[in-house]
């Protein structure tokens, strides 16, 4: 059986040949077969090797290094072929095993060290790929936003965008044809990006001003309950400010509230949790305690705007701020905090009997002390661990994101 011979994936610069490392170069000249792009293909100087532009079906791509297996083929790209490039996609369909994978710099690294901004948490994407719609949506609470735009979806079409959903809270740098001598970085509000036209070749970097409240998504299709994270008024992303949809409606369904339910939501953040218990408790009350006053103030705009009238804001810090309110049918506790373990021993003694309480925690060690703790105040305790995954567009392709797991603690009040 003929061995299969490595495919190698050489992302190439602005730069050219001159810019590939020795041993990138040595494959260049060894290989049988090139298949890049036009521009890629001009970047190398003549050579023995056949050449073949390759088209954009990947698909096809796919087919023709697969019936040559014992040829040295040489696939030449730009920047990080791993980085919204053809490698992965590659990689998924031939395996891993098939290639090795040289990169060059990408045009988006290239773009975030122009504006000396880090890009460790940034949401990128690829306007090829990925509907506006959904990239407008997703940078509703981003706290940075990477985008490759289009000829279809080019800068002045993304801003236009942004502001018509009212998500104004951005400085935008457009970085056009990054590498090369006409290289140029613009910087504007979105307003002033929407009256330009710039190069194809640009990369669309947003960064969030600081301390300014996002724009909530409008409230078309509200529901009752397991409402979108964007619909919801939120400050600058704070880690564990928000619970997120998908636990926030299994955690009011442990909590099992009837019309009337007098409910504590502690530690409230910007009140999803609050406002969707008000909604299935429409003629109960809902206190929302939360200790930062500007969180305060969102959960009061978040009432007002969902018409939550029975979400009452408490500004203070537990147990003292429920000191004067009456025991509850219902508690919600999300738990970042150390503290967690013995707010909800405090909180577990004011429940009434028969009443249920359920706590969101991130880490092992809160999850062991509050299990620990409500053990030993009753015997109907169960937990769960929440893992969310959610689809992201790659390519012609769907690959999974997961969110980071977390743990609901449940538990019933039962009398000795």
Known sequence: MTALEKIHIIGVGDDGFEGLSERATQWVQSADLLVGSAQTLAAVPGGKAERIEASNDLDQLVELVASRPAQRIVLLTTGDPMFYGVARYLCDRLGKDRFEVVPHVSAMQLAFARVKENWDEAYLANLATI???????KTRSAEKVGLFTTDAIPPARVASALLNRQIDYFTVYVCENLGSPDERVTQG??????????????????????????????????????NPDEMFLQSKPKRGLLTSAEVRAIALSLLDLGSRSIVWDVGAGSGSVSIEAAQIAAEGTVYAIEMDADDHQLIVENAERFAA????????????????????????IGGTG?????????????????????????????????????????????????????????????????????????AVKVEN
């Open 189 to 226: 509000e979105l307003g002033e990006i929407g009256k330009h036209e710039f190069s194809p070749l640009n990369v669309m970097i947003l960064v969030r001003k600081p301390d300014v409240p996002d724009r909530p998504r409008e409230m078309a299709g509200r529901r009752l309950f397991g």
């Open 309 to 332: 009238t029975n979400v009452v804001p408490r500004l203070g810090i537990a147990p003292d701020a429920w000191a004067d309110l009456p025991d509850p049918d219902a508690i919600f």
């Open 338 to 410: 150390r503290g967690v373990a013995r707010m909800t021993e405090l909180a577990f003694q004011r429940l009434r009997s028969g009443g249920r309480i359920v706590i969101n925690v991130g880490s092992i060690h809160n999850l062991t002390a509050v299990y620990d703790v409500l053990r030993s105040a009753t015997t109907d305790v169960n937990v769960r661990q929440v893992l969310i995954s959610q689809a992201v567009e790659q390519l012609e392709a769907v690959r999974f994101e997961a969110m980071n797991p977390t743990f609901l603690i449940s």
């Open 131 to 137: 509907s506006l719609d959904r990239v407008v949506e």
